[in-house]
Structures are given as structure tokens and as C-alpha cells.
């Protein structure tokens, strides 16, 4: 199974990107789909999560702002971040498991590369 995450760059403060996540591979409905962000100096952070059948779980930091979705027809998972402050500059992790469901990134048995967001104030 591979992830390919894309959408980031540089954004103002109060500005929208979009993340997707696509994944090279049958039973893209099968696996949960977890986003991380690890800034410089830190650990890497639970940001949102899309389970199979699409129910979410989001970080206290960026709930209503973020909005995680996913197209099982189209193999893609989605990361809408809107309101973005200059704290959300990381890079942005997506990941997927097709058996756990959560916000521990010990979970996920698969990761793409990161993309780089950078919101600048």
C-alpha cells in the first residue's frame, strides 16, 4: 500500500488548503485514514482521522477549522483546513491502517511523505 499526500504550501493567516491523500491499491474503503503534523522541534501530532465509514475524530486544535473526508471511489482521502494559523505550519502526514481506528499514531501500519504547510502571519 502506498500514500501520496500533495495540496500543502505557503498560505497567510486566516487563508484555506487542501491536503489529499491518495492510496495506490485495492479496498481503499477498508482502511481508516489518520492525518499527522510534526513541526520543527516537536513530536508528530494527531490532527484529524476518517474512518471507513467516514465518521471523524479531530484534534481539540483544530476542530472547526479542519475538515477530514474521504472518496473511497476514488481512492483519495481529504484534509480541508480553513482559518489556518501560523501554529499549523508543520508538515502534514497522512496514514492508513485497515484495522485500527483512532489517533495514536502507533496505529498506522502505513504512512505517505509529508507535504509542507506554511502559514505565514
Known amino acids: 500500500v502506498q500514500l501520496q499526500a500533495s495540496g500543502g504550501g505557503l498560505v497567510q493567516t486566516g487563508g484555506s488548503l487542501r491536503l489529499s491523500c491518495a492510496i495506490a491499491g485495492p479496498n481503499f474503503s477498508k482502511y481508516a485514514m489518520g492525518w499527522f503534523r510534526q513541526s520543527p522541534g516537536k513530536e508528530r501530532e494527531f490532527v484529524a482521522h476518517?474512518?471507513?465509514?467516514?465518521?471523524?475524530i479531530y484534534a481539540d486544535s483544530v476542530r472547526g477549522r479542519f475538515t477530514a473526508s474521504r472518496n473511497n471511489a476514488g481512492n483519495t482521502a481529504y484534509l480541508q483546513m480553513d482559518s489556518l494559523k501560523p501554529e499549523d505550519t508543520a508538515v502534514y502526514y497522512c496514514?492508513?491502517?485497515?484495522?485500527?481506528?483512532?489517533?495514536?499514531?502507533?496505529?498506522?501500519?502505513?504512512w505517505g511523505k509529508g507535504t509542507l504547510v506554511t502559514v505565514s502571519s
Open positions: 476518517v474512518a471507513w465509514g467516514g465518521q471523524t
Open positions: 496514514a492508513a491502517s485497515d484495522y485500527y481506528s483512532g489517533t495514536s499514531a502507533a496505529g498506522y501500519d502505513y
